[in-house]
């Protein structure tokens, strides 16, 4: 991320990347400034360090498994896009649907859920099943490709759209109703959270060698 966040957006120090505290605003209305350049911040920067960390790998290095039951990197890229995809087009088909004013309370509760998302990982999720890795791209080059491809039409949405995010909501599995900006968000958060995951698996002592 840059050096400059925006307002209400603090860094704590206790997490391999940043902990971010951010006040979430529900006021009816298209993103202010801030918000706005808070979500993009997380999902370019969080796509760096993804790209960092997948570049010039062998195809043993993108393969290889800590155990049977756990993700290889490819399978991890594989699972961020197909996530990424299935997120975006949903916060724009909930963005076609009434507002539900009613549940911004609540959901405002779970902003600290959002933001730290990348510290919890002793806390397991189950994928979608809809985003469940099956080697849909088994040439990572074409892999990376489609993963630049979707975060950038994030990316674009994140940056062009006008509409109330704040009013619309769908639910996470776990943690309940999201609203739309906090999806958005997520993708960021989330990316940053198979990073580390992604950092595990190259800090096991069997991960091949170049």
Not at 41 to 60: F, G, W, Y
Not at 161 to 167: F, G, N
Request: glycine share 2%.
């Amino acid at each position: 991320m840059g050096n400059t966040l925006p307002l209400g957006v603090r860094f704590t120090l206790c997490s391999p990347f940043p902990r971010l505290a951010y006040n979430f605003q529900s006021n009816g209305k298209p993103m202010q400034t801030q918000e706005r350049q808070f979500a993009i911040d997380q999902l370019t920067s969080s796509e760096t360090r993804i790209l960092q960390l997948v570049d010039n790998l062998t195809p043993a290095q993108w393969r290889f498994h800590e155990t049977p039951d756990r993700w290889s990197i490819a399978e991890i890229l594989e699972h961020l896009t197909v996530f990424e995809n299935f997120i975006r087009a949903t916060v724009e088909q909930r963005l076609l649907t009434s507002p539900e004013p009613e549940k911004k309370p609540l959901a405002s509760t779970r902003e600290s859920l959002v933001l730290t998302l990348p510290d919890t990982r002793s806390t397991k999720f189950a994928a979608r099943e809809v985003a469940r890795p099956i080697g849909r791209w088994p040439d990572t080059t074409e892999l990376i490709a489609e993963f630049r491809k979707t975060r950038a039409q994030t990316l674009a949405f994140a940056a062009e759209t006008e509409a109330a995010l704040r009013d619309h909501f769908f639910p996470h599995l776990v943690f309940g109703d999201l609203d739309c900006y906090q999806w958005l968000v997520l993708l960021g958060r989330h990316a940053y959270r198979h990073a580390l995951q992604i950092e595990q698996i190259m800090a096991d002592p069997n991960y091949p060698a170049v």
